[in-house]
């Protein structure tokens, strides 16, 4: 379960203030989550993922000491560019992000709490959909609905996506499970408090792709 | 059609050589035909084209007196890293970037032609399909095959289409086709030609993704 776990999420501070470099540096371990979904196609999808972590990278490079936190990208985006904010920059690029990472931790989360198809015990469908349904789906127009479906007939069997998240060990699934679940704790609270942010800031939008 | 009449394809000398800086520059106007088809899933592929043609351009940057033709670039690649080419590189950019250029040739062709669909003659559905047989299919597996079938609900109107080709002026359909015929000439030979040049270098690989 080395995957998760070798690069965990750090606990939040008191205010739930997330570190932008710190951010930055366990969230580019995630992209390879989904390198474990097995099919070549789900490289578009990391591609994506990737392209909002270096956006993000490439606004905090830019002034470090300005950056410190995420909050401080978006109350300084919202400030240098109120008319077309928050469709810009770092702060879109973290909109898309978050629900990607939603997205990852509803689908461990459903897995860690032993949620499946009781006639398909070795599929991962209803995980997966459950996670695009609360995560992406409104966000999506019906094109990009219907490839999700269809894209899910590649989503892997429960057993090899587990044997990928261990990096290709073979480890008990309890034990891969109890680590996902020790994964979530601090990944949930970091997920949890941008969309929260997202929320104090007034800068979320519900357009469809 | 200024969208494709504005950036022609030069006429090949005798030998069919590609002179790579021109080849770069006139290809990199060829990926917005992509924004033609309308919708924003194409951004997806539009990206994978675009890639293909910053790879082999930071390929010829390097050393650019080496690579004055496309063709220098293959047989360089293949006395560098003999082992995996060709695979590889510039080489294996390009081996999917004339796919790419073929599915428009083809597309483009089916509409000069006239072929289409004479119970929805305003759909491009037969022509995109044919284009899409014959230049890719065969590299792609059931899942991007399936994917496609879907995309193709997303393809324009033939009306819409030509005008996005038409750079939004309204222009007679068959103003704009004898546009596309023109701009086909030089096109088609050039594609046409590093067809041939992955045929006599024996580079041309039948994998699927
Ligand atoms: C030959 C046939 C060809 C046919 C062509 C069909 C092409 C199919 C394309 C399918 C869509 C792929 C997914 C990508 C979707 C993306 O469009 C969206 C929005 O993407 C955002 O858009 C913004 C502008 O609006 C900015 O550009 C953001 O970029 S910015 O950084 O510049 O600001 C960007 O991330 N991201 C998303 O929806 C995020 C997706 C997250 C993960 C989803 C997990 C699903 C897992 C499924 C498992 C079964
Ligand atoms: C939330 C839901 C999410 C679900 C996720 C689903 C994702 C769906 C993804 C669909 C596939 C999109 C098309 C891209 C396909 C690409 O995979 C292929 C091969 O791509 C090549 O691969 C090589 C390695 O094998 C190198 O990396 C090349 O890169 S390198 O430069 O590094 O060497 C790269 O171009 N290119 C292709 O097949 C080329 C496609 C050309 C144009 C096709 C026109 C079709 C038009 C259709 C109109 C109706």
């Known amino acids: 379960m080395s995957l998760l776990l070798d690069n965990q999420f750090k606990e939040l501070p008191p ?5 932008t470099k710190l951010f930055l540096e366990t969230v580019s371990h995630l992209p390879s989550f989904f390198d474990c979904l097995g099919s070549k196609v789900f490289t578009v999808i990391k591609s994506d993922i990737n392209g909002n972590i270096m956006k993000i990278k490439a606004v905090y490079l830019k002034d470090p000491e300005r950056y410190v936190t ?3 990208i978006l109350e300084a985006e919202r400030q240098d560019n109120a008319a077309e904010w928050p469709k810009i920059g770092a702060t879109l690029a973290l909109m898309w992000l978050k629900r990607g990472l939603r997205f990852i931790q509803i689908l461990l989360q459903s897995m860690a709490d032993g949620e499946r198809d009781e006639n398909n015990p070795n599929l991962i469908r209803v995980n997966v959909t459950k996670a695009y349904e ?6 999506h127009g019906w094109l990009v609905q219907k490839i999700f479906q269809t894209a899910l007939y590649a989503a892997p069997y429960r057993s090899n996506f587990l044997k990928a998240l261990s990096k290709g060990e073979e480890v008990k699934e309890e034990d891969c499970l109890s680590n996902v679940s020790q994964f979530l704790v601090n990944y949930t609270a970091t997920v949890d408090a941008i969309y929260d942010m997202y929320t104090n800031l007034n800068a979320e939008l519900d357009y469809t792709v």
């Open 134 to 139: 609360q995560a992406l789906k409104k966000y």
């Open 70 to 72: 995420l909050q401080h």
């Open 15 to 19: 205010d739930n203030s997330i570190d």
